[in-house]
């Protein structure tokens, strides 16, 4: 387990993953995204095509890691988040998360901002791991609403 992270805190294990996605070119700490998102989790990125026609791409743990390494390994990406609104009923939880990306934390204006809904489930020792993730970025027609 990640030395001071406390996955009895869901708000911790949502910073873990923009943590973990966050940097400059080069590698990312994979083992973290192992500890925050469960074995059989999903992430799922979604848009639109140039003709405007929705689409999406479901990834596992290991997916996601193939698809996004040779990205994170070339560009400077930065996601910060810019509100969260977190809803819970016994061992589940949702987090609306609203983000702006960036080339570096200090860039005057975003590259793209979007909303995460991510999902999460609190095992019998307390600890909360995402189990599914789902997002989109603003465009034409779709913007961030506040939360």
Same mark, same amino acid.
């Given at each position: 387990?990640?030395?001071?992270?406390?996955?009895?805190?869901?708000?911790?294990?949502?910073?873990?993953?923009?943590?973990?996605?966050?940097?400059?070119?080069?590698?990312?700490?994979?083992?973290?995204?192992?500890?925050?998102?469960?074995? *059989?989790? %999903?992430?799922?990125?979604?848009?639109?095509?140039?003709?405007? $026609?929705?689409?999406?791409? #479901?990834?596992?743990?290991? +997916?996601?890691?193939?698809?996004?390494?040779?990205?994170?390994?070339?560009?400077?990406?930065?996601?910060?988040?810019?509100?969260?609104?977190?809803?819970?009923?016994?061992?589940?939880?949702?987090?609306?998360?609203?983000? *702006?990306? %960036?080339?570096?934390?200090?860039?005057?204006?975003?590259?793209? $901002?979007?909303?995460?809904? #991510?999902?999460?489930?609190? +095992?019998?020792?307390?600890?909360?791991?995402?189990?599914?993730?789902?997002?989109?970025?603003?465009?034409?027609?779709?913007?961030?609403?506040?939360?």
């Amino acid at each position: 387990m990640t030395a001071g992270l406390d996955r009895t805190d869901i708000g911790a294990v949502v910073d873990a993953m923009y943590a973990m996605i966050s940097g400059p070119a080069g590698p990312r700490d994979w083992s973290l995204q192992r500890e925050i998102f469960h074995p *059989e989790s %999903r992430q799922i990125r979604t848009g639109v095509d140039v003709a405007g $026609r929705p689409w999406l791409k #479901i990834m596992g743990r290991e +997916d996601y890691i193939a698809d996004t390494t040779p990205f994170f390994a070339a560009n400077d990406f930065h996601e910060i988040e810019t509100a969260r609104r977190i809803d819970v009923l016994g061992n589940m939880a949702h987090v609306w998360s609203a983000y *702006e990306a %960036r080339r570096h934390p200090d860039d005057a204006e975003p590259e793209r $901002r979007g909303v995460n809904s #991510i999902q999460l489930y609190r +095992d019998g020792e307390g600890r909360w791991s995402i189990v599914a993730m789902i997002w989109d970025n603003e465009r034409p027609g779709v913007s961030v609403q506040p939360f």
